[in-house]
């Protein structure tokens, strides 16, 4: 599978913003999707993920609630609908897919993901 990123941009705190993760190849529901970020300076980072099978999403602790992974089967695509945005969410968010079955402790980890798209930038403002 090919990973497509988007929709990054500038925006104010407090703000919402969309990225698209789109899937070439084959269905995105064969696959476990997830959204890492790095932030300037500083390490990747395990943001949220959609398991391929159950549909079901986990997130980390800073975005809960805030962030939400959905699924358009349609489009072959996985979006990071991220709202309430703050100065720390800035970052380069990037999307990654793992066609294998993912144990949970497993889905937060870099080396699991096969696949993965070029980042999108994420500028939060003041």
């Known amino acids: 599978v090919q990973l497509q990123a988007s929709g990054g941009g500038l925006v104010q705190a407090g703000g919402s913003l969309r990225l698209s993760c789109a899937a070439s190849?084959?269905?995105?529901?064969?696959?476990?999707i997830a959204w890492f970020r790095q932030a300037p300076g500083k390490e990747r980072k395990f943001v949220g993920v959609?398991?391929?099978?159950?549909?079901?999403?986990y997130y980390t602790d800073s975005v809960k609630g805030r962030f939400t992974i959905l699924r358009d089967y349609a489009k072959n695509t996985v979006y990071l609908q991220m709202n309430s945005l703050k100065l720390e969410d800035t970052a380069v968010y990037y999307c990654?897919?793992?066609?294998?079955?993912?144990?949970?402790?497993?889905?937060?980890?870099?080396?699991?993901?096969?696949?993965w798209g070029q980042g999108t930038l994420v500028t939060v403002s003041s």
């Open positions: 959609i398991r391929g099978s159950s549909g079901n999403t």
């Open positions: 190849g084959r269905t995105v529901s064969r696959y476990t």
């Open positions: 990654a897919a793992s066609a294998r079955g993912l144990i949970s402790s497993s889905l937060a980890l870099e080396r699991e993901y096969g696949y």
